[in-house]
């Protein structure tokens, strides 16, 4: 939805409720996993070299006209859906995790929102788990998009190189972050981490097949 939404904001759809909509889902995906925050960069690099190329090159980003005050509405859209987080104090009130790690304190608290448990995982390797490697992250691609897979993403990224550089630039800053972040955290499930750069190259798929399609 984060990708759908950037795209149409990219695509000339420069309405003030595209990007409330946009912030919404952002801040929705925070609620549910914070690797959704590794999108960031490319959308943010995307809508920028998206609208200037609409713009002729120019600098300035002409916007339609925004009702006054866009800019708080759209931050509330972000921030209000964190609020599901409190349901984890309200029911930590009556009932502890099934690990009997979480109490009710704003320290634990803090620690299971943020994630900075797992943050051991960036700096140190305690489960002695080998770091992700450019022949193993192929092999991991090739079981999940086959070898025609992999040869209509080439197509496809040729053809967004050729028609749609800024989507090639969202999908491929998007793919390069989330392939480094998983080298660099080092646990267990590594490959679960990847799925998100496994759903780039789908769309690369997609891309190749409409040019074949087209063509």
């Known amino acids: 939805a984060i990708l759908v939404l950037a795209i149409a904001l990219g695509e000339g759809r420069r309405s003030w409720r595209t990007v409330v909509a946009l912030a919404l889902v952002f801040g929705l995906s925070q609620t549910h996993h914070r690797t959704a925050a590794l999108l960031a960069p490319a959308v943010a690099v995307y809508l920028i070299v998206a609208w200037r190329v609409r713009a002729g090159g120019s600098a300035e980003i002409q916007l339609p006209a925004w009702p006054r005050g866009w800019p708080l509405i759209v931050l509330l859209a972000l921030v209000l859906p964190l609020l599901l987080y409190l349901y984890i104090p309200w029911r930590g009130a009556t009932i502890s995790s099934l690990d009997g790690i ?114």
Not at 105 to 130: A, C, E, H, K
Not at 182 to 205: C, G, N, T
Request: charged share 10%.
């Open 102 to 215: 979480y109490t009710n304190t704003l320290s634990i608290f803090l620690s299971w929102v943020s994630g900075s448990m797992y943050s051991t995982f960036l700096s140190d390797n305690p489960l002695r788990q080998q770091a992700l490697t450019a022949v193993g992250y192929a092999r991991l691609l090739q079981e999940q998009v086959g070898n025609v897979g992999l040869a209509l993403a080439a197509v496809g990224c040729a053809w967004l190189a050729w028609r749609k550089r800024p989507l090639l630039a969202l999908l491929g800053i998007a793919w390069l972050t989330v392939v480094v972040f998983v080298r660099l955290y080092r646990v267990a499930d590594a490959p679960v981490f990847l799925i998100p750069s496994f759903m780039m190259v789908a769309l690369l798929i997609g891309a190749g097949v409409h040019a074949i399609a087209g063509s």
